[in-house]
């Protein structure tokens, strides 16, 4: 048995046992009242944007793609996800900081500035996720509208 022939069977027999290391996949059950859309006023614009290109990372409600079963590929895709919500949750929005509600929001506009988010690897997989420099103008005029004044606003529906 040829050497390259022994490689291929052993990389093989690799790619087969790591699938039985599977990453946590999940969408927490959140309350709706803990939303963004809950806490504060979004456009309907900003929010298209938001969902297109931010949700699958930044909220519990994750659209786990066919290669997020697929290791090691699952392994970085889960990665990515959790990380993204521990950094900025949508889904969770008023378990923050009330009054870092400014900084957060020109956090997201920074980062889609400066084309870090969405991030490179996701933006290939979901072409339809890109932000165009429309998009961050929406988005980031929204981001500025909010004074320092209205950083801890009190949700209205209380």
Request: with cysteine; charged share 25%; glycine share 2%.
């Amino acid at each position: 048995m040829s050497k390259w022939l022994k490689a291929g069977l052993i990389l093989a027999a690799t790619l087969i046992v790591i699938q039985a290391v599977r990453p946590n996949r999940t969408n927490p059950r959140t309350d709706p009242r803990m939303h963004i859309l809950a806490s504060m006023a979004v456009p309907q614009n900003v929010d298209s944007i938001l969902n297109r290109s931010c949700s699958d990372c930044h909220s519990n409600e994750t659209a786990w793609p066919w290669y997020s079963n697929v290791a090691p590929v699952s392994w970085l895709v889960s990665y990515d996800v959790f990380a993204g919500r521990k950094a900025l949750n949508f889904s969770e929005w008023k378990k923050r900081d009330p009054n870092k509600t400014r900084e957060t929001l020109l956090e997201v506009c920074k980062e889609m500035t400066d084309g870090e988010m969405p991030g490179f690897a996701y933006r290939m997989m979901h072409p339809e996720a890109r932000i165009t420099t429309a998009d961050t103008e929406v988005v980031c005029t929204w981001t500025r509208s909010f004074p320092e004044s209205e950083a801890a606003q009190v949700d209205p529906q209380e």
